[in-house]
């Protein structure tokens, strides 16, 4: 009875320490990969159509480095400049990002919550939602 007993014991420590940590407070992370779970595309005012990501669309993994104020797409091995950080502040507890982008430097809006649900805002009801992780530095 006593080796049933220490092994059940070793297997409540080991689930124990397998629990994840709590979760990181993505609003002063230095690093965030995105994965998209929703899309919102108008055409004109008004005249807007939300979808869900597909499969492709979340193989296009969004990475902001906050250090360094860029923006890239990942795809596999392949990364994409996507933009340039302008601005970067938490109010209410919620990180509120300015990116520029494109050859005309178009605004993009992001608010990034510390549990990681990122919205995307780049004008005229065109809209993203994601979801984000930390990254490694």
Avoid: H, W, Y
Wanted: proline share 2%.
């Amino acid at each position: 009875m006593k080796i049933v007993s220490s092994a059940f014991a070793g297997l409540v420590s080991i689930i124990a320490l397998a629990q994840p940590a709590a979760a990181q407070d993505l609003t002063t992370a230095a690093k965030v990969e995105c994965v998209p779970v929703s899309v919102t595309r108008c055409t004109e005012p008004g005249k807007c159509t939300t979808r869900q990501a597909t499969d492709r669309d979340k193989s296009d993994v969004l990475v902001i480095d906050f250090t360094a104020k860029k923006a890239s797409m990942r795809r596999g091995t392949e990364t994409r400049q996507g933009g340039d950080v302008v601005e970067d502040k938490v109010v209410d507890g919620v990180r509120r990002v300015v990116m520029t982008a494109g050859s005309r430097g178009d605004k993009i809006n992001i608010t990034l919550t510390k549990e990681g649900k990122l919205a995307i805002d780049r004008g005229g009801g065109n809209t993203a939602d994601a979801t984000c992780t930390a990254a490694a530095s």
